[in-house]
C-alpha cells in the first residue's frame, strides 16, 4: 500500500481542497501518515496570495526536500505553482511534480504519468465537490463547505482573479448531496466559504443564489448552525441580509473585509463602494438583526493611505464595535494594479497594523466582558490542547481558526455536540466558561 504525508498551507479553501485530494489518495488505496519520514509521496497544497504566504510555503517546501529519501516523491500543488509556474520549476529542482489549480484534480493521473517538465498548468474549470471523495481533517463537529472557487471582483491588490480564475459555482443539487453527507457523519456545524459568497449561482444561468440555498440547507435536520464567511461588501444586499434574519439556523454573523473606510484608498483599490456605503451597510445589518456578529479584515499602509485617512480607519475601528477584526499590512505584489502605485513606506504600514489592532484588543475586551454570566450554547471542541483537565469550545459568535475559543473549565460534554455553557471569564479575544 502506498503512502502519503499531506502538508496543507493556507486558508479554508484550500483546506477543503486537501482534503478533496487526500480523499482521493484514499480512495485509490493510498495510506495517509502523520509524518513524512517514511512516505513514498510528500504532498504540499500551498498559498501564493501575498508574499508572506510565499516565502512561508518555499520554507515548507525546502525543509520537507532535504529530509527526502531515496525513492520518495515530493508533489507542489495549488496557488504558488498556478502564480509562478515555470519560474517555480527552475527554482525548485527538488520537486518532482508541480500542479497549478486546473490540474489539482487530476493528482492521481499525473502521479502515474508525470508531465512533460514536472509541471502541468491549465484554466481552473472544475470545482471539486459531492461526488469527489473527501477526507475530513476538521472536526468533531464541525466542517467547511466550498461552494465555488475564483473571484469576480478586481481589486487592485490582489492575485486571486489570475490564479484562481473566474468565480464558478457549484450546483446547488451539488452542494446539497455533500451537506446531506456531512451531516449523516455527525457535522452539526457547516462553514460556508468561497472567495465571495455572494457571487455564488450567478454564473449558472438558472436562478440559484445563496438566498435560495440557505433555507434548503436549513432543512437539512442534523445540522444546527449554518455560517457564512466571505460576504464581500461591494455586493452583499439587503434580501441576503434578510434571508439570514428569516433563517433560524443561519447564524447572524456577517465577515464583510471592507480592507478600508476611507474614499481615496478605496477608490486605489478599485473597490465598488465608498465608505458612506460601507457605514450604512453596517446599519442596515445593525437594524435588521440587531445581535448580528461582525468581523472584518483590513489593510493598512496602500497606496493613497495618508495620516488623514489612516486616522479615519482608526476612528472608524473604535466606533464601529466589530466582535472580530484582522489587519494587514499592505505589501506591492508583482503584476496587480496596486504594485505600480506609491504606497508609505513599508515600516509606516506596519506600525499602523500594530495601532489598528490595539485600538481592536480594546474594543474586544469589553464586547467579551459583557457576555460574562450569560448562559449560551457552544460547540464542544474536545480536550485542550495545554492540559486534560480543560476543555476547549467555540460559542455561534467565534468563526473557527480566526476568531477567539472558549476554554471549558467545567462540565462534561461530548465532543462534536452543542451544550450550554455559563461564560465565567473574559479575556482579550477568548473566554472561559463552564457547561451546564
Known sequence: MPTYYLLNLGCAKNQVEGEHLAGMLLAAGWQGLAQPGPADLLLVNTCGFIKPAVRENIAAILELAEGKAPGQRLAVVGCLVGRYGQKLARSLPEVDLLLGPGETPRLLEHLRTPPPGRLAMSTPREVLGHPAPRALSTGPGWAYLRLGDGCEHKCAFCTIPRIRGRFRSRPLEDVLAEAQRLADAGVREINLVAQDLCSYGRDLGDGSNLEALLPSLASIGALSWLRLLYLSPDTLDNSLIQAVASTPKVLPYFDLPFQHIADPVLKAMGRRRGGAELRQLLRHIRQALPGAVLRT??????????????????????????????????????????????????????????????????????????????????????PHPDSELLGLGRLAAQAPEVDGEVIITGGQAQPGSIANCRVTKAHAYDLEAELL
Open 297 to 382: 479584515t483590513l489593510l493598512v499602509g496602500h497606496p493613497g493611505e495618508g495620516e488623514q485617512e489612516f486616522t479615519e480607519l482608526l476612528e472608524f475601528v473604535q466606533q464601529s464595535g466589530f466582535d472580530h477584526l484582522g489587519c494587514f499590512a499592505y505589501q506591492p505584489e508583482a503584476g496587480t494594479r496596486s504594485a505600480r502605485l506609491a504606497a508609505p513606506p513599508a515600516k509606516l504600514g506596519q506600525a499602523r497594523r500594530r495601532q489598528i489592532m490595539a485600538a481592536q484588543k480594546r474594543v474586544s475586551r469589553a464586547r467579551l466582558k459583557a457576555l460574562v454570566g450569560r448562559e449560551l450554547p457552544l460547540l464542544v471542541l474536545g
